[in-house]
């Protein structure tokens, strides 16, 4: 198990003794404790939390910003982080409805305009961290600004004309079916697709071994000829164009596109990942656990609603219950480090 | 006769008005260890990371087993068979043992994949265990242990035996018992000589020249940017080597000081 943090290298255990529970005091196996104890709290205090109706609620948001969790995870997996996604996940169905709506251009080649867009800010963001040298924080910052205000300028601020033309891509990306009385997206295919691929590929593919490595410690993977850079810039633009895709799907779903969509989203997608039990500090990356931690956010932000939290108080729960996961998830790692 | 297997001529290299190497030239011949000296700045790393490729040279020329080669990235080198292990810098602390023993070289299924292909982690599980063994280390550590877990001397040992698993000609030690204690460093230093018996040549970065003699069999001692004596271990002393080292005459001094 590569993300097990919680190695033991006790050599007087069975190796299946050692198996298990290498597996517990796995940082997503915490977290997916935790998640079940919320679930578990949420659904007693409130009938509704189960109903089929907020499950699928819960199912329709769960994909925007878990889709670009999955980015983020390979990206913090490397060392670095992207700021600017809540802002990609704003302008690119802006920038794609705005070419169908008044540029009369074919739904297909906007998408298309939209996708080359969020490869080449993601391409800008990688470019500069990795030949220039400027923390990832300080150019996704910067990069967040540009698009935020590029999204605002071409709207005037105003939210789009809703979107009226259904079609093949809005049923690929944002179509709904039902299984007996829950109603799920094909949105939630999406995630579960290209979750199975990170994992994959964090897990088992080179690649993985790579992006590891390059968080863990990149002079290492240099010296072995691990293209470091290149990796890099690779995982910025993945992690935009996911950005842009989850920002289509949402605008699909809620047929409409604003320049403020997806504020803040860049925290909440941080917050998943490492409340996932990925270090912020690059070298251990789990997927299994940042699903977790979609789940969890996700799960705390409807719970927490439902359970009559003040609308306007309910912040203060969510940073809290995030701060005491980091807390449990820097116990565990130095009680590891102990034994 | 030994046969050359690197060999290095003239080498320039200048880093804006700093001439970091000026004409160095070394030999390293088969199954030798050699011990390269010289305080701080003397050249030493200059000169390391140009032979494994982390920037060209300016002027001169590299020759490995009598053949000129030009070592433009640190894949070259490892492609031509040069191995270079930094202090801190070789391993991945959060990948395993066999996971780091093949970073770079990853045995693969379904290679036309390129970096989307799937790691052969039965094969990888399996060398490494083969390679733990192979130097002996295999009773202590587990191939899928994390790097983390391990004291730096076992680190040390297992960056040496990744550079011995791809039969390298040369492998090149940087400071390899920096930060360890005193029984890791005679580990690691028993390990070097293992790797000499097995035929590897080491080129061996230090400041430590006690160690030097431990292990070495010829001295180069570099300063500023040159290479001012080459020896072998067995016509020399300490003090020589001492005195070589920061340009003053130890020994007349010892004398002199006992004449007092």
């Known amino acids: 198990m590569v993300q097990a943090v919680m190695t033991i290298a006790a050599e007087d255990e069975a190796p299946r003794v050692k198996g298990r529970s290498r597996l517990m005091r796995s940082p997503q196996f915490s977290s997916f404790v935790i998640l079940i104890i919320l679930l578990a709290v949420f659904a007693v205090a409130d009938a509704n939390f189960l109903s089929p109706l907020n499950i699928s609620n819960m199912m329709a948001f769960l994909p925007e910003l878990g889709i670009i969790a999955l980015g983020m995870t390979l990206l913090l997996t490397a060392g670095e982080f992207d700021l600017s996604v809540g802002a990609v996940f704003g302008l690119a169905p802006v920038v794609v409805m705005l070419l169908v709506q008044n540029g009369g251009v074919d739904i297909g080649v906007a998408l298309l305009a939209g996708l080359v867009l969020c490869i080449s800010i993601g391409a800008i963001n990688g470019l500069i961290v990795t030949k220039i040298g400027i923390s990832s924080f300080l150019v996704t910052l910067s990069m967040l600004l540009v698009v935020r205000g590029a999204a605002l300028y071409i709207t005037q601020g105003f939210p789009l004309k809703s979107w009226d033309q259904p079609g093949f891509f809005v049923t690929l990306l944002a179509g709904s079916f039902n299984i007996g009385s829950f109603r799920f997206y094909t949105s939630l295919w999406w995630f579960i697709g290209l979750s199975l691929f990170a994992i994959y590929i964090l897990r088992y593919a080179k690649l993985g071994n790579w992006i590891s490595a390059i968080g863990s410690n990149r002079n290492a993977a240099v010296a072995r000829g691990v293209p470091a850079d290149t990796v890099k810039i690779w995982l910025f633009i993945a992690t935009s164009v996911l950005a842009g895709l989850a920002g289509m799907i949402s605008a699909f779903r809620i047929s409409a596109a604003s320049p403020v969509a997806g504020t803040g989203y860049e925290l909440e997608v941080i917050a998943m990942v490492v409340v996932g039990g990925t270090a912020l500090t690059g070298g251990r990356g789990t997927i299994l656990g940042t699903i977790v931690g979609a789940l969890m956010l996700r799960a705390i932000r409807n719970g927490i609603v439902l359970i009559g939290v003040p609308g306007l108080a309910y912040n203060i729960f969510v940073g809290l219950i995030i701060l005491a996961m980091l807390i449990l998830h820097a116990l565990l790692q130095k009680n590891a480090a102990r034994g | ?260």
């Open chain 2, 1 to 260: 006769m030994m046969q050359d297997v690197l060999r290095l001529q003239n080498l320039q290299k200048s880093f804006g008005s700093v001439r970091a190497l000026k004409n160095a030239s070394l030999t390293l011949r088969e199954g030798e260890v050699v011990a390269l000296l010289g305080d701080n700045g003397a050249g030493k790393s200059t000169l390391i990371k140009a032979i494994s490729g982390v920037f060209p040279v300016d002027r001169g020329d590299i020759f490995v087993r009598g053949e000129k080669v030009s070592i433009r990235s640190t894949r070259d080198a490892m492609d031509l068979g040069i191995e270079t292990i930094h202090q801190d810098t070789s391993l991945a602390p959060d990948l395993s043992i066999a996971r780091n023993l093949f970073l770079g070289r990853e045995p693969v299924n379904f290679g036309w994949l390129g970096v989307f292909a799937p790691l052969d982690l039965a094969k990888l599980r399996k060398a490494a265990s083969e390679l733990l063994k192979r130097v002996g280390i295999s009773k202590k550590l587990d191939a899928d242990a994390l790097v983390s877990t391990l004291s730096g001397g076992e680190r040390q040992s297992i960056a040496i035996s990744r550079a011995m698993q791809f039969a390298a000609k040369v492998i090149i030690l940087d400071e390899p018992t920096n930060n360890l204690g005193v029984e890791e460093t005679h580990g690691v230093l028993r390990f070097v000589k293992e790797v000499r018996d097995a035929g590897h040549s080491v080129l061996l970065i230090t400041h430590n020249i006690h160690h030097v003699f431990q292990v070495a069999d010829r001295i180069v001692v570099m300063r500023r940017g040159e290479i001012v004596a080459e020896q072998t271990v067995a016509d020399t002393d300490l003090l020589t080597v001492e005195s070589i080292i920061t340009g003053a005459d130890m020994s007349a001094l010892l004398k002199e000081a006992r004449a007092k």
